[in-house]
């Protein structure tokens, strides 16, 4: 095997991402690399770190970079806190250009990659908190969100549990080990509440925190998820959140689930089928969770028609 065949076959391996160090120990100078670069051949990710043949990234861009930022820190670091839980596709967090990388010891003194985009951490994890996505190390889903639980306030914390939850990254039974783990750690008692009020049926941030507005509203819904059916067992619709005794179903519209002119459509006729079912169906939106009154009065006033309507 040639040294083209064999820099081919490592880039392979790791999305199409060579170090420096890689291609000189495949038999490529370091003139011969530079030259690479300053041709455009190879483009530059991070600090020794190279797509080979500078193809586009496109859509794998972002991942791209997270897997030159790991490998240009060295053999032992590996992805952490909102950089994992991008890579498992643990929802909750703002997105940011930033990459959390974690160095063991004093290793991560002299992983200076030269980006402020990102972030070494010194953090030492033992291997079965580790894992790798599409061949990038990490740390695993239970560990991912332990760390970011101890680190994030209500809102996107609960977030990230239920996103894990619903996912089947974790299960409930993982969670029964989390207080263990954070026990006597800043951000315990905070994580220890969100841990409570978890739910893995919520299907996205969006569900959560309007769940979590009408919590906070003192107008909780009983159930997620509801399955509405005629007398027939037809499926109706299903409902993000419900309050069965007012028969009041809230759905969270998100802006990918709901944008496209299928969705719109079905969406529409569900909620005729359910408005002729003789439920009341109210639609939130990203911003109407901002507000901290608006959803549980708008649920509120729903639950009073509704009751109104019974006596009448």
Same mark, same amino acid.
């Given at each position: 095997? =040639?040294?083209?065949? $064999?820099?081919?076959?490592? +880039?392979?391996?790791?999305?199409?991402? /060579?170090? &420096?160090?890689?291609?000189?120990?495949?038999?490529?100078?370091?003139?011969?690399?530079?030259?690479?670069?300053?041709?455009?051949?190879?483009?530059?990710?991070?600090?020794?770190?190279?797509? /080979?043949?500078?193809?586009?990234?496109?859509?794998?861009?972002?991942?791209?970079?997270?897997?030159?930022?790991?490998?240009?820190?060295?053999?032992?670091?590996?992805? $952490?806190?909102?950089?994992?839980?991008?890579?498992?596709?643990?929802?909750?967090?703002? %997105?940011?250009?930033?990459?959390?990388?974690?160095?063991?010891?004093?290793? +991560?003194?002299?992983?200076?990659?030269? =980006?402020?985009?990102?972030?070494?951490?010194?953090?030492?994890?033992?291997?079965?908190?580790?894992?790798? /996505? %599409?061949?990038?190390?990490?740390?695993? @889903?239970?560990?991912? $969100?332990?760390?970011?639980?101890?680190?994030?306030? &209500?809102?996107?914390?609960?977030?990230?549990?239920?996103?894990?939850?619903?996912?089947?990254?974790?299960?409930?039974?993982?969670?029964?080990?989390? @207080?263990?783990?954070?026990?006597?750690?800043?951000?315990?008692?905070?994580?220890?509440?969100?841990?409570?009020?978890?739910?893995?049926?919520?299907?996205?941030?969006?569900?959560?925190?309007?769940?979590?507005?009408?919590?906070?509203?003192?107008?909780?819904?009983?159930?997620?998820?509801?399955?509405?059916?005629?007398?027939?067992?037809?499926?109706?619709? $299903?409902?993000?959140?419900?309050?069965? +005794?007012?028969?009041?179903?809230? %759905?969270?519209?998100?802006?990918?689930?709901?944008? !496209?002119? !299928? +969705?719109?459509?079905?969406?529409?006729?569900?909620?005729?089928?359910?408005?002729?079912?003789?439920?009341?169906?109210?639609?939130?939106?990203?911003?109407?969770?901002? !507000?901290?009154?608006?959803?549980?009065?708008?649920?509120?006033?729903?639950?009073?028609?509704?009751?109104?309507?019974?006596?009448?």
């Amino acid at each position: 095997m =040639d040294r083209g065949d $064999v820099l081919r076959a490592i +880039a392979a391996g790791q999305g199409g991402v /060579v170090t &420096r160090a890689q291609a000189i120990g495949a038999g490529f100078s370091r003139h011969e690399v530079d030259n690479f670069i300053a041709f455009g051949r190879w483009r530059r990710l991070a600090r020794a770190v190279y797509l /080979v043949e500078a193809r586009s990234l496109t859509l794998s861009e972002r991942r791209g970079r997270i897997r030159a930022a790991v490998l240009s820190c060295g053999g032992l670091a590996h992805a $952490v806190l909102g950089t994992a839980a991008e890579l498992h596709g643990i929802a909750g967090l703002r %997105e940011t250009a930033k990459i959390h990388v974690a160095v063991p010891g004093r290793a +991560a003194r002299a992983a200076r990659v030269g =980006d402020p985009a990102v972030v070494v951490h010194q953090l030492e994890h033992d291997l079965g908190d580790l894992t790798t /996505v %599409e061949g990038i190390p990490t740390t695993a @889903p239970l560990r991912t $969100v332990v760390e970011l639980i101890l680190r994030e306030s &209500r809102y996107p914390a609960v977030s990230l549990l239920d996103s894990a939850l619903n996912r089947g990254l974790v299960s409930d039974a993982d969670l029964l080990k989390v @207080p263990p783990l954070i026990r006597g750690r800043r951000g315990a008692v905070t994580a220890r509440g969100c841990l409570a009020e978890t739910n893995g049926l919520a299907q996205s941030p969006l569900e959560t925190r309007a769940r979590l507005r009408c919590v906070d509203g003192r107008v909780p819904p009983d159930v997620l998820q509801l399955e509405v059916r005629d007398d027939d067992g037809y499926l109706l619709g $299903v409902g993000d959140m419900a309050w069965r +005794a007012a028969r009041v179903i809230a %759905e969270a519209d998100g802006r990918h689930a709901h944008d !496209s002119p !299928s +969705a719109l459509f079905n969406d529409r006729r569900r909620q005729n089928r359910l408005a002729n079912a003789g439920w009341t169906v109210l639609r939130f939106t990203w911003p109407d969770t901002f !507000s901290p009154d608006y959803i549980p009065w708008v649920v509120r006033q729903a639950i009073a028609a509704s009751a109104r309507a019974r006596r009448s």
